[in-house]
């Protein structure tokens, strides 16, 4: 096991997948979510470095130092903050450093030949979250000025899929249930329904996704990046305003007319502001197609009052059908497992939904438990491959 991680080296993983878009650290907030809306391919985030974009002389590695990553959801959190509501043009037009993690070591660059092994101990022991390797031919890439250089990025997921690749090697550790191997985490954040969708951006900040319940620890859905970034800048003003159990319905429902309202009568310059500047369709659409029945309702009682929590999705799902492998067509619908679920089924499920962990629910209420994380997974192959042979 040990020897086929150190014949492989990280290069290995970014065979045939496209370069990372990057930029210089003079760059705006509003460059970074020009290059993340126009990104067709599966990377969801861009590198920033050092450089100066100007330079066209030729440079090594040590001169041009590669600062950290930034996602959509970073553009969201920092737009969510008061001042910026009001007035996202100027928003946009601060550095992209404002959006750089604070903590260091997340993201981390490394060289081409690192072997398999030695991206294990990084993701896992020294904690970071990111990979930037150079790929095409090195030498030729340390003589590229800086307008030229390639990079692929390699994340948890990329090690988690190579595992699953070579589950067989591993063998009895996939068989092995999650509770078992003990890495079901309960430090997870949640919300109840009833709580402001603000209160999830501390965790946000951290790539971290929210779960939602209502009725004590009945999950109904999750706040997570992704889910956030497929609304883009759009989901600033919702996260915002919106209530935990409403914010779900938005990710969902594409911005009906009930949130747009809400969202305008709990925010109105910031909307107008936005509408104006950023021209956020998913906000401004017309929504002649959308009955006065539904704002009636969504108002009833309280002129900013939000709607009562819908039938949590997640749940209606689960009794329908008994799985507890839940869909990511919808944006904010939860990755569900047991706890005696196996470490192979959960790394399928993962995979297979594109989420970063699973949640773990231990009845048909799915009553929450816990969490599983891509970091939880590769803990557990670190171990396996590290413990000591049995005589």
């Given amino acids: 096991m040990a020897v086929s991680l150190s014949q492989h080296e990280v ?8 370069p990372l878009k990057w930029l210089p650290e003079s760059a705006t907030v509003g460059d970074a979510l020009s290059q993340l809306r126009a990104n067709t391919v599966s990377e969801n985030c861009i590198v ?6 100007a330079i ?4 090594d590695y040590e001169e041009c130092v590669c600062l950290g990553t930034v996602c959509m959801v970073d553009i969201i959190c920092f737009l969510v903050r008061e001042e910026n509501l009001a007035r996202p043009d100027q928003a946009l037009h601060s550095p992209v450093s404002v959006l750089l993690p604070k903590v260091p070591g997340l ?11 030695k991206a294990l101990e990084i993701l896992v022991v020294e904690g ?21 250089r390639e990079f692929c990025c390699l994340t948890r997921e990329d090690l988690v899929r190579y595992f699953l690749n070579s589950v067989g090697l591993f063998s009895p550790l996939p068989a092995c249930s999650i509770s078992e191997l003990k890495l079901i985490r309960t430090d997870y954040p949640s919300l109840n329904h009833t709580a402001p969708s603000s209160k999830a951006i501390t965790a946000l900040l951290r790539h971290v996704p929210v779960a939602v319940t209502a009725g004590g620890d009945t999950l109904i859905g999750e706040i997570s990046p992704e889910a956030l970034a497929l609304c883009e800048e759009a989901a600033a003003p919702a996260l915002a305003t919106l209530y935990a159990g409403d914010l779900l319905a938005f990710l969902d429902s594409n911005a009906p007319t009930p949130f747009i309202s809400h969202i305008r009568d709990m925010c109105p310059v910031a909307l107008d502001a936005w509408s104006h500047d950023l021209t956020l369709s998913m906000l401004t659409a017309s929504s002649e197609d959308s009955s006065e029945a539904s704002d009636e309702e969504f108002t009833a009682g309280s002129p900013t009052g939000p709607l009562p929590p819908p039938a949590p999705p997640v749940l209606a799902r689960a009794r329908r059908s008994g799985s ?19 470490l192979v089924a959960v ?41 000591p042979a049995v005589a």
Wanted: net charge positive.
């Fill in 107 to 117: 993201v981390r660059l490394v060289q081409p030949n690192y072997s398999l092994s």
């Fill in 347 to 387: 790394m399928v499920q993962a995979l297979a939904h594109r989420a970063t962990h699973v949640w773990v629910c231990e009845d048909e209420e799915c009553s929450l438990v816990g969490v599983v994380t891509f970091r939880d997974i590769l803990g557990a192959f670190w171990d396996h491959i590290n413990a």
């Fill in 11 to 18: 290069s290995d993983l970014c065979l045939g997948r496209p």
């Fill in 56 to 59: 066209s002389s030729p440079f």
């Fill in 324 to 342: 507890f492998s839940t869909s990511r067509g919808r944006r904010a619908e939860a990755v569900v497992c047991r706890a005696w679920s196996s």
């Fill in 48 to 53: 920033v470095w050092s450089c100066d974009p």
């Fill in 128 to 148: 970071a979250e990111i990979l930037i390797v150079p790929i095409g031919n090195t030498r030729k890439a340390m003589k590229k000025p800086a307008t030229r």
